[in-house]
C-alpha cells in the first residue's frame, strides 16, 4: 500500500503537523525524515495544544508506530522533554522508534552554531541556534556521532568523541574563543543520552520495508519547507537538509518505488522566518491583519514570521521539485473579514522591467524582483463551519480555484481552522481501513 509524503510546500510553518494528524488515522506508520528541532508541529486536539520537535505528531494515536528516521538530527535534552511531557499527559511512547542512523546534537553544536551565526554580523542566516547546521556539517564531515553510537563499548565511544575532540577544540578555541570539547563531559553525556534513548532504538529502515511489503500505510512527515531546501532554496537562507520530497526517501530508508503520492502543503498565504529576500512580504494594514489572527509565531523560537500574499510563482516551482499529486490549504479562514485578496502570478524585475514566471535560481536575482499580483474580493463572515467545497464563499471558491489552476495542482484539502474537523476533504488520499472513505466533499 502507498507510502504517501507530505511536504512543506513554502517556507515552513505550513500547518502540516494538522495535516499529518488528520491523515495519521488512517496510516500505521508515520515517520518524521530530516530536520531536527529546529522545526516545531502545532496540534490542536479537542481543544489541546501539542507541540512536536521531534516526535512524530501520529504519537497522539494509540495504534501508530512513528519514527524518527536516519535522515534527522536528534538533540537529547529536546527528546527527554518532548516525552515527559507527553507521559504527564498520558500519552503511551512504546511505538515510538528511533533510527540507530540518526545523528545526535551535541552541546558544541549548539555552541558552535551561535558562535558562527554571530560572526556573520548583517549577513545573518537567521537560524535557530539550535545546533542544527554544525550537527549535518559533522554528518557530512564523517566525524558526528549517530545514535546507535550510544550503544558501543566505553573505549570504542571514547575513541571516537576523542576523534571529534581532536579536530574540532583548534576551531572552538581559536576560530571562535569556546571552551574546548571535554572527552569525559561528553562521555558523562552520552550515559544520560543512552538511558534515555536505549528503550527506542531500532532498525527503523527494516520495520518500514516489511511494513511496504505487506502493504501497510506509511506516512513521511518533513520539517520546514521546499524554499528552505539546501540544495533548492533560496541559498543560503536555508536549514542545513532536504525537506522536499526526494530527501523523504534518503531520510527514512524507503526505496523510490515505495511513494505513491506527494501532497503539499501551503498556507493561503506565505510566511517565512529569518533572512533572505520574500518578494510578496507586506508592511501594510494586510500584513498586520495575516500575522495578528494567523497567530504568526515560530512554534520552536517564538520568533514573529514575516507575512505576505501567496506565492504562485514560488508554489509553481515548489510543485516542479516535489513532484506534487495534490495541494493542502491551509489557514484559508484567516481571509475572513478582508476586503481584498492577492494572489503573486508573476515577478518584474526592478532593473531591468522584465517579467518573469519562474523562480530565480540566485537570491541577488530575487532580491530585485517585486510581485506581479491578481486581485480578488474577499468575504464576510466565517468559513470556519464550512465542511464542503461547495459551501465555501463563491469568493473564496474563485481564488482557490484560480491558485490551484496556476499552479496546475489539484486541491486536495482545505483547512478553514486549527481544529482537526475544520477541514474540508476534497480529495480521498488513502484508502480507508476495510474499504470505507472519509471523503467529506
Request: hydrophobic share 40%; proline share 5%.
Given at each position: 500500500?502507498?507510502?504517501?509524503?507530505?511536504?512543506?510546500?513554502?517556507?515552513?510553518?505550513?500547518?502540516?503537523?494538522?495535516?499529518?494528524?488528520?491523515?495519521?488515522?488512517?496510516?500505521?506508520?508515520?515517520?518524521?525524515?530530516?530536520?531536527?528541532?529546529?522545526?516545531?508541529?502545532?496540534?490542536?486536539?479537542?481543544?489541546?495544544?501539542?507541540?512536536?520537535?521531534?516526535?512524530?505528531?501520529?504519537?497522539?494515536?494509540?495504534?501508530?508506530?512513528?519514527?524518527?528516521?536516519?535522515?534527522?538530527?536528534?538533540?537529547?535534552?529536546?527528546?527527554?522533554?518532548?516525552?515527559?511531557?507527553?507521559?504527564?499527559?498520558?500519552?503511551?511512547?512504546?511505538?515510538?522508534?528511533?533510527?540507530?542512523?540518526?545523528?545526535?546534537?551535541?552541546?558544541?553544536?549548539?555552541?558552535?552554531?551561535?558562535?558562527?551565526?554571530?560572526?556573520?554580523?548583517?549577513?545573518?542566516?537567521?537560524?535557530?541556534?539550535?545546533?542544527?547546521?554544525?550537527?549535518?556539517?559533522?554528518?557530512?564531515?564523517?566525524?558526528?556521532?549517530?545514535?546507535?553510537?550510544?550503544?558501543?563499548?566505553?573505549?570504542?565511544?571514547?575513541?571516537?568523541?576523542?576523534?571529534?575532540?581532536?579536530?574540532?577544540?583548534?576551531?572552538?578555541?581559536?576560530?571562535?574563543?569556546?571552551p574546548p570539547i571535554d572527552v569525559e563531559a561528553i562521555m558523562s553525556l552520552c550515559e544520560q543520552y543512552r538511558r534515555i534513548m536505549a528503550p527506542f532504538i531500532t532498525d527503523t529502515d527494516e520495520i518500514?520495508?516489511?511494513?511496504?511489503?505487506?502493504?501497510?500505510?506509511?506516512?513521511?512527515?518533513?520539517?520546514?519547507?521546499?524554499?528552505l531546501d539546501l540544495d533548492h532554496g533560496t541559498y543560503p537562507f536555508v536549514t542545513s537538509s532536504n525537506p522536499t520530497a526526494g530527501g523523504a526517501c534518503t531520510g527514512s530508508g524507503l526505496g523510490p518505488?515505495?511513494?505513491?503520492?506527494?501532497?503539499?502543503?501551503?498556507?493561503?498565504?506565505?510566511?517565512?522566518?529569518?533572512?533572505?529576500?520574500?518578494?510578496?512580504?507586506?508592511?501594510?494594514?494586510?500584513?498586520?491583519?495575516?500575522?495578528?489572527?494567523?497567530?504568526?509565531?515560530?512554534?520552536?523560537?517564538?520568533?514573529?514570521?514575516?507575512?505576505?500574499?501567496?506565492?504562485?510563482?514560488?508554489?509553481?516551482?515548489?510543485?516542479?521539485?516535489?513532484?506534487?499529486?495534490?495541494?493542502?490549504?491551509?489557514?484559508?479562514?484567516?481571509?475572513?473579514?478582508?476586503?481584498?485578496?492577492?494572489?503573486?502570478?508573476?515577478?518584474?524585475?526592478?532593473?531591468?522591467?522584465?517579467?518573469?514566471?519562474?523562480?530565480?535560481?540566485?537570491?541577488?536575482?530575487?532580491?530585485?524582483?517585486?510581485?506581479?499580483?491578481?486581485?480578488?474580493?474577499?468575504?464576510?463572515?466565517?468559513?470556519?463551519?464550512?465542511?464542503?467545497?461547495?459551501?465555501?464563499?463563491i469568493e473564496a471558491q474563485n481564488f482557490l480555484n484560480r491558485l490551484s489552476q496556476i499552479i496546475n495542482v489539484p486541491l486536495s484539502i482545505i483547512s478553514v481552522g486549527p481544529e482537526r474537523d475544520q477541514?474540508?476533504?476534497?480529495?480521498?488520499?488513502?484508502?480507508?481501513?476495510?474499504?470505507?472513505?472519509?471523503?467529506?466533499?
Open positions: 500500500m502507498p507510502a504517501v509524503i507530505i511536504v512543506g510546500a513554502q517556507w515552513g510553518d505550513e500547518g502540516k503537523a494538522k495535516v499529518i494528524d488528520l491523515l495519521a488515522e488512517r496510516d500505521h506508520y508515520i515517520v518524521r525524515y530530516q530536520g531536527g528541532c529546529n522545526a516545531g508541529h502545532t496540534v490542536v486536539r479537542d481543544g489541546e495544544t501539542f507541540k512536536f520537535h521531534l516526535i512524530p505528531s501520529g504519537i497522539l494515536y494509540s495504534d501508530k508506530t512513528c519514527i524518527i528516521g536516519p535522515g534527522t538530527v536528534i538533540s537529547p535534552e529536546v527528546l527527554e522533554a518532548e516525552l515527559q511531557n507527553l507521559a504527564e499527559k498520558k500519552i503511551a511512547m512504546g511505538r515510538l522508534c528511533i533510527s540507530p542512523r540518526a545523528h545526535l546534537t551535541l552541546p558544541y553544536h549548539i555552541a558552535l552554531d551561535g558562535a558562527k551565526e554571530d560572526s556573520l554580523g548583517e549577513g545573518k542566516i537567521g537560524t535557530t541556534r539550535r545546533g542544527i547546521g554544525p550537527t549535518y556539517e559533522d554528518k557530512v564531515g564523517r566525524i558526528g556521532l549517530r545514535v546507535g553510537d550510544l550503544l558501543l563499548s566505553e573505549e570504542i565511544l571514547r575513541s571516537r568523541i576523542q576523534v571529534i575532540a581532536d579536530q574540532k577544540n583548534p576551531v572552538l578555541t581559536k576560530a571562535f574563543q569556546l518500514l520495508a516489511q511494513a511496504v511489503e505487506q502493504g501497510e500505510n506509511v506516512l513521511l512527515e518533513g520539517a520546514q519547507g521546499t524554499m518505488k515505495a511513494i505513491s503520492r506527494v501532497i503539499g502543503v501551503a498556507k493561503a498565504y506565505t510566511t517565512r522566518v529569518g533572512s533572505g529576500p520574500f518578494p510578496t512580504e507586506l508592511f501594510d494594514q494586510a500584513g498586520s491583519h495575516l500575522a495578528t489572527v494567523g497567530a504568526e509565531f515560530g512554534t520552536t523560537t517564538g520568533r514573529a514570521r514575516r507575512c505576505g500574499w501567496f506565492d504562485a510563482v514560488a508554489m509553481k516551482y515548489s510543485a516542479r521539485i516535489n513532484g506534487l499529486d495534490g495541494l493542502a490549504i491551509t489557514k484559508l479562514d484567516v481571509f475572513d473579514g478582508l476586503e481584498e485578496l492577492r494572489l503573486c502570478t508573476g515577478y518584474r524585475n526592478k532593473q531591468t522591467d522584465e517579467v518573469v514566471h519562474s523562480f530565480p535560481s540566485h537570491i541577488e536575482v530575487l532580491e530585485h524582483m517585486e510581485p506581479i499580483y491578481e486581485s480578488f474580493p474577499g468575504w464576510q463572515g466565517s468559513v470556519r463551519d464550512v465542511r464542503k467545497f461547495a459551501d465555501l464563499p477541514t474540508i476533504l476534497i480529495e480521498d488520499i488513502l484508502p480507508s481501513p476495510k474499504g470505507t472513505s472519509c471523503l467529506v466533499s
